[in-house]
């Protein structure tokens, strides 16, 4: 086998082929996950004690006051007991509000675990999976640690190029990855366009549809029954979270909906209590919370509506999103550059390819400090 350094850099003196405990062969093109910067870090690396983050796409509204009182109550009574693994609650709340029956949901350890869940149980070293350039980079990830070869799709536009994965499937695709609104470009495929293409991809493909912002859209001609497309359509997936609008990222609570037998499969690879009681009650009041739900949609509106007019004052290249952040680009600095010139002045966002950058809408406040600074590196090029 041929000694390869370890491509997640973490450690170089890690030379894979060469461990002492040899590994599963497919993890060594497996990347460790690089998450947001936290604040903590920039604070201390760059001994400054007001940092704000732009760089998740976290709730900057945080929490609904009634998920947290509710937590509050419950930890009066203890955390002894285990959750209820079948989150019996929580999906009858989910099946009254969005009219699915509980035997085609699966609640889940935030949208990350469903995506695992689903490669873990669907993806070997024999298939083949399709996604699209620009899209989250848990499916490559995912896709990887199974040893699913990949096979990645230009996008157009930074829209993702359906007809381009269409004519890219074989007899050994085996998945879809499609996220919709995309991350981190913000596009969004319509509701035409999505069910052309569920049309016309063969049945025996599986189609994960990662609805991680769906909650965000604006646009009247999106999907509007994103929840029901099992079914009809028997081999899609879909996978939502409560980590965005709801304001919940910190609890880690998601669902996928599918077919029943779907279903079925993933529960047996699902660790026995994957997502936690306070995730669980978290999840059922957040549901309840309409009220901070249209609050955080419209002050969302209005933080795009100020980014797209920031953008345009400086001629700063944008994409129109139907999310909760802005990807746009710096011909004049590189990401990573900028990444770190806003850090030093306690704007942390999110760095992509070249010279592409990923901002998260904040409150109004934050979003006024991103374009004073941002302002000043850009003066002071
Ligand atoms: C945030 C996100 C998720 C889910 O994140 P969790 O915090 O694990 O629920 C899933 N897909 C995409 C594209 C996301 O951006």
Request: proline fraction near 4%.
């Amino acid at each position: 086998m041929n000694k390869i350094l370890d491509k997640t850099c973490l450690n170089p003196n890690i030379i894979l082929g060469d461990e002492m405990i040899k590994c599963r062969e497919e993890m060594h093109n497996v990347n460790a996950y690089i998450p947001g910067k936290p604040i903590e870090t920039v604070k201390r690396e760059f001994n400054i004690d007001k940092v704000i983050k732009m760089a998740s796409n976290e709730n900057p509204f945080g929490t609904s006051e009634k998920v947290k009182e509710a937590l509050t109550n419950y930890i009066e009574n203890g955390l002894a007991l285990y959750p209820d693994g079948s989150a019996y609650y929580l999906k009858e709340k989910l099946s009254k509000k969005f009219g699915v029956e509980q035997k085609n949901i699966l609640i889940s350890n935030g949208g990350d675990d469903a995506l695992a869940l689903i490669a873990l149980s669907y993806l070997s070293n024999e298939d083949e999976v399709i996604l699209s350039e620009y899209s989250f980079v848990r499916y490559n990830d995912n896709s990887n640690i199974q040893g699913s070869k990949i096979v990645e799709i230009p996008m157009v536009d930074f829209k993702i190029d359906l007809e381009g994965i269409l004519k890219a499937i074989n007899e050994k695709t085996k998945l879809i990855w499609i996220c919709n609104p995309n991350n981190p470009t913000g596009t969004l495929l319509e509701e035409e366009e999505i069910i052309s293409f569920f049309e016309r991809v063969p049945k025996d493909v599986l189609i994960v549809y990662d609805e991680a912002y769906g909650e965000f859209i604006k646009n009247e001609k999106a999907p509007k029954n994103a929840f029901e497309f099992f079914k009809t359509y028997p081999n899609v997936i879909t996978v939502k979270t409560f980590s965005k609008i709801y304001g919940l990222a910190g609890l880690r609570i998601g669902y996928l909906l599918a077919d029943e037998e779907i279903i079925e499969i993933i529960n047996r690879g699902r660790l026995p209590f994957n997502v936690n009681v306070l995730g669980l009650l978290a999840a059922e009041v957040a549901l309840d919370d309409e009220e901070f739900v249209n609050f955080v949609f419209e002050e969302n509106l209005k933080g795009r509506e100020f980014f797209y007019n920031l953008f345009e004052e400086l001629n700063i290249p944008y994409v129109i999103s139907e999310t909760n952040f802005v990807f746009f680009e710096t011909p004049m600095i590189d990401s990573r550059d900028l990444f770190l010139e806003l850090q030093k002045r306690g704007v942390i966002i999110r760095p992509q390819r070249n010279n592409y950058s990923r901002i998260s809408i904040g409150t109004m406040e934050e979003n006024k400090i991103f374009e004073k600074e941002f302002k000043e590196v850009l003066n002071n090029l």
